[in-house]
């Protein structure tokens, strides 16, 4: 099993930013493809970045392409969220995944944290 816990959420005005972290602990795979989703109340999960083992190859959602950048640290076994420039809209709980399949910008994870919630006031 991979446990894997999110933190750097909070509340954030319009055009702020903020980090997200997730780390993961347990059978963690250096090769696992990771990433993060959201959910914003009354609507369900979607897709929001992902990253393969290397670091190479990254895929974002079309809403947060130029303003969200995904990266990762094998040696701490943690993927990050920059998120700039945030919008209302990018209000939800942001969920981080590991393992899995990942071609293009389809990314189905094995495992899921808990989620941090985050807000964009306006």
């Known amino acids: 099993q991979v446990q894997l816990v999110e933190s750097g959420g909070g509340l954030v005005q319009v055009g702020g930013s903020l980090r997200l972290s997730c780390a993961a602990s347990g059978r963690t795979r250096s090769t696992y493809t990771m990433g993060w989703f959201r959910q914003a109340p009354g609507k369900e999960r979607e897709f929001v970045a992902a990253?393969?083992?290397?670091?190479?190859?990254?895929s974002y959602a079309d809403s947060v392409q130029g303003r969200f950048t995904i990266s990762r640290e094998n040696a701490k076994n943690t993927v990050y969220l920059q998120m700039n420039n945030l919008k209302p809209e990018d209000t939800a709980v942001y969920y981080c995944?590991?393992?899995?399949?990942?071609?293009?910008?389809?990314?189905?994870?094995?495992?899921w944290g808990q989620g941090t919630q985050v807000t964009v006031s306006s």
């Open positions: 995944g590991a393992g899995g399949y990942y071609s293009g910008s389809f990314y189905r994870p094995d495992y």
């Open positions: 990253i393969n083992w290397s670091g190479a190859t990254t």
